[in-house]
């Protein structure tokens, strides 16, 4: 089995970037790939609990997250430094996640078999 890391650095209101690499991790999951998730940057924005993203014009990738523990995606990862820029805090959040140092975030990188960035 491989490992599968797929990154979102995008908001989800700017493009699609956020609700693609979900996407992209479910069809990995489907295949019995081990995946992760790590969100940074302006994506944390798109995990924030209370949002109805109804009366925007994009698809409603919160039901995605929702699915994520159904296909064994047990790791949501968010980078520790873009929470801190951010002045956002886990608690924050719809879901789970689990922050991330650099250290860390290097240490999970060199344990894929792939890394995808969207």
């Known amino acids: 089995m491989k490992s599968f890391l797929v990154i979102c650095n995008q908001s989800p209101f700017v493009d699609a970037s956020l609700k693609e690499s979900l996407d992209m991790a479910l069809i990995f999951a489907a295949i019995d790939q081990e995946v992760s998730l ?8 798109g995990l924030l609990a209370g949002q109805s993203i109804d009366t925007l014009s994009i698809k409603n990738y919160l039901k995605a997250f929702g699915t994520l523990a159904l296909y064994d995606i047990d790791q949501i990862y968010v980078c520790a430094q873009s929470l801190e820029e951010l002045n956002l ?12 140092n650099e250290s860390e ?7 894929q078999h792939q890394v995808v960035t969207l």
């Not at 790590?38 to 924005?45: D, I, S, W, Y």
């Not at 608690?91 to 991330?100: C, E, T």
Request: net charge positive; charged share 25%.
């Open 38 to 45: 790590l969100l940074q940057g302006n994506a944390l924005f």
């Open 89 to 100: 805090k886990e608690s924050q959040f719809a879901f789970d996640v689990i922050a991330l």
């Open 105 to 111: 975030k290097r240490e999970l990188l060199t344990k």
